[in-house]
């Protein structure tokens, strides 16, 4: 396990926290329209922590072709239909580039220091000079609205109860999922980032926003500076 990070519940655990059983129960969401309505038709996407393939597969579907990167060998035996690499994020060099790089699920805000600075740098590594990196940010309030929960229509309920700082900068998230049939709990190391702090990490790995593509926020399109 990754220092600060835990998961409990049926299934196998990746070093993060992330339960496999679980992931492939979550719904994907309107991530894969954001992505559709921001990158060129047919692009080539280097997903970057896909985990079973939630956007993998809804991407595939809409005619791009995926390269899926993810660290546990368990989350990409769920991928179907793509080339998956196994490689923690940080580590990663294909060599190569692509129309589009991908960084979702809040992996901009890693609590380590270095490890978001590696995870940038692969980025900024493996984007197309003309082409652009969508990263997903949390929104306002992450750390700071709590606790809080959804009821999901699919009759699962998912809650964030507490954010505890842990010093450096850097806070305790735990969260909370549960089916009618089993219970997975995360708990895992974030570091908060206002805009301004983003923009800079971002100017550090040699890149820059070119719009963001929420009105929260959240998703981001970023090009090579």
């Given at each position: ?15 993060d926290g992330c339960a496999v059983e679980l992931y492939s129960r979550l719904p994907v969401g309107e991530e ?153 709990t995360q708990t895992f190391r974030a570091r908060p980032l206002t805009r301004e ?29």
């Amino acid at each position: 396990m990754r220092e600060g990070h835990e998961g409990t519940g049926p299934g196998a655990v990746t070093p993060d926290g992330c339960a496999v059983e679980l992931y492939s129960r979550l719904p994907v969401g309107e991530e894969p329209d954001i992505v559709t309505a921001a990158v060129p038709a047919g692009a080539h996407v280097l997903e970057l922590g896909c985990g079973v393939g939630r956007m993998t597969h809804p991407l595939l579907e809409r005619g791009f072709t995926v390269t899926a990167v993810d660290e546990s060998a368990e989350m990409l035996d769920r991928v179907r239909g793509a080339r998956t690499v196994r490689s923690p994020i940080e580590d990663l060099d294909l060599r190569e580039t692509f129309d589009v790089v991908m960084l979702a699920s809040f992996l901009v805000h890693a609590g380590d220091e270095e490890v978001r600075r590696g995870i940038l740098r692969t980025c900024a590594r493996h984007v197309a000079r003309d082409g652009c990196v969508l990263i997903q940010r949390e929104g306002e309030g992450y750390h700071t609205d709590l606790p809080r929960e959804r009821v999901h229509p699919g009759g699962f309920t998912t809650r964030i109860l507490s954010s505890e700082p842990v010093g450096d900068g850097v806070n305790s998230v735990r969260a909370e999922y549960v089916f009618p049939d089993a219970t997975w709990t995360q708990t895992f190391r974030a570091r908060p980032l206002t805009r301004e702090e983003f923009e800079e990490a971002l100017a550090e790995a040699g890149l820059e926003v070119d719009r963001y593509l929420t009105e929260d926020r959240v998703w981001v399109r970023a090009v090579k500076r």
